[in-house]
T-cell receptor
Framework: DTGVSQDPRHKITKRGQNVTFRCDPI?????LYWYRQTLGQGPEFLTY????????KSRLLSDRFSAERPKGSFSTLEIQRTEQGDSAMYLC???????????FGQGTRLTVV | EDQVTQSPEALRLQEGESSSLNCSYT??????LFWYRQDPGKGPEFLFT???AGEEKEKERLKATLTKKESFLHITAPKPEDSATYLC???????????FGTGTLLAVQP
């Protein structure tokens, strides 16, 4: 088991472009979470899956953000029409059950120029 | 609104100088209090889970404790390699998501 894997590790994009990030959770982990973290802040909840079902989406998440988890395996997070305010570290985590600890990937650092 | 607050924001210690980090929480139906360590540019690394008041967990120089309102991370005789940001998170609410504090940036000087 290699842990939670995120790709890419770094992404620089121009304002207005679309970007997509991928997360591969630990195998057999049913729960998958996306968080966003800016400098000096704790991770901020974005959305959350139980297998392939998206159970909750943060009110802070605009319509430009969409996430999927087809077949309950890997997940993608897409940001359309990126803005400078989207620059942040995007973190993915997975847990075996709703009560157990979540393990994080190394994150994708997004810079919008 | 569910909330987790950590203090202090930053802490500088001399090597060997023990101290404690605080995590206060107001999370409805708390189903676990979690501590993570985060190094710059990396994802959080899981340290401990605490489920009930009075519970304690230890790992090397770190010990986490939990009361009904707060959790403490005690660091005994820290070393420079303990320098990192320590994050606290409460799990609760209708969907059991993790709610994080803003972290404590710990610097241990040799």
């Amino acid at each position: 088991d290699t842990g939670v894997s995120q790709d890419p590790r770094h992404k620089i994009t121009k304002r207005g472009q679309n970007v997509t990030f991928r997360c591969d959770p630990i195998s057999e982990h049913n729960r998958l979470y996306w968080y966003r973290q800016t400098l000096g802040q704790g991770p901020e909840f974005l959305t959350y899956f139980q297998n392939e079902a998206q159970l909750e989406k943060s009110r802070l998440l605009s319509d430009r953000f969409s996430a999927e988890r087809p077949k309950g395996s890997f997940s993608t997070l897409e940001i359309q029409r990126t803005e400078q305010g989207d620059s942040a570290m995007y973190l993915c985590a997975s847990s075996q059950t709703e009560y157990t600890e979540a393990f994080f990937g190394q994150g994708t650092r997004l810079t919008v120029v | 609104e569910d909330q987790v607050t950590q203090s202090p924001e930053a802490l500088r210690l001399q090597e060997g100088e023990s101290s404690s980090l605080n995590c206060s929480y107001t999370v409805s139906g708390l189903r676990g209090l979690f501590w993570y360590r985060q190094d710059p540019g990396k994802g959080p690394e899981f340290l401990f889970t605490l489920y009930s008041a009075g519970e304690e967990k230890e790992k090397e120089r770190l010990k986490a404790t939990l009361t009904k309102k707060e959790s403490f991370l005690h660091i005994t005789a820290p070393k420079p390699e303990d320098s990192a940001t320590y994050l606290c998170a409460g799990r609760g609410g209708a969907t059991n998501k993790l709610i994080f504090g803003t972290g404590t940036l710990l610097a241990v000087q040799p």
